[in-house]
């Protein structure tokens, strides 16, 4: 059972959120270019900052941002979490009707060094970001993985049949 003294601090704490949330929302709302500052945060290491005050933003803005998006959310070192979140709280025939494009531009991107060497990440990445989505995106790339000519990336075709 929670005593007495921490419930108080529980009520401390949900107090000085609420609080800090009301400076912040007035901040992000006193800003005269959402998207650049949205872009340019998105970038840094605090982007987790900012993937949770997209959580709450209209869906216009996270569509301005929605090839950033994906492109972190496929990156295991980032707020990989946060950032699926975020594009989950879009409209989802939107986001189905416009992600595999850049999801094909990622992995097949010669520039990527880590594509290259690396492509059973992304494409587990993705993978686990479609089985969120659709079925339909989900069965699509891991067809394409099961052809690839990396034995690892066939792996995720048949991790993720199993």
């Known amino acids: 059972m929670i005593s007495n003294t921490d ?7 949900k107090s000085l959120h609420q609080s800090a949330m ?9 800003l005269e270019d959402q998207l650049e500052v949205s872009r340019y945060g998105l970038q840094t290491e605090h982007g987790l900052t900012l993937s949770i005050l997209l959580l709450s933003q209209n869906d216009d803005l996270k569509k301005e ?6 492109k972190l959310a496929s990156v295991a070192h980032r707020s990989i979490a946060l950032n699926r979140a975020v594009i989950k709280t879009m409209p989802r025939k939107w986001v189905i009707e416009h992600i595999e494009p850049i999801v094909d531009q990622i992995l097949t991107d010669e520039n990527d060094a880590y594509v290259k060497t690396e492509p059973d990440e992304y494409y587990r990445r993705f993978a ?3 089985y969120e989505l659709d079925d339909g995106l ?12 990396n034995l690892d990336v ?6 993720f049949r199993q």
Do not use: G
């Open 128 to 130: 686990e970001l479609y």
């Open 138 to 149: 989900l069965n699509r790339l891991l067809d394409r993985a099961a052809k690839h000519d």
């Open 7 to 13: 419930k108080e601090r529980w009520a401390r704490i």
């Open 22 to 30: 009301s400076v912040i929302l007035a901040e992000w709302n006193a």
């Open 154 to 159: 066939v792996e995720v075709a048949e991790d």
């Open 65 to 70: 941002l929605f090839e950033t998006l994906v």
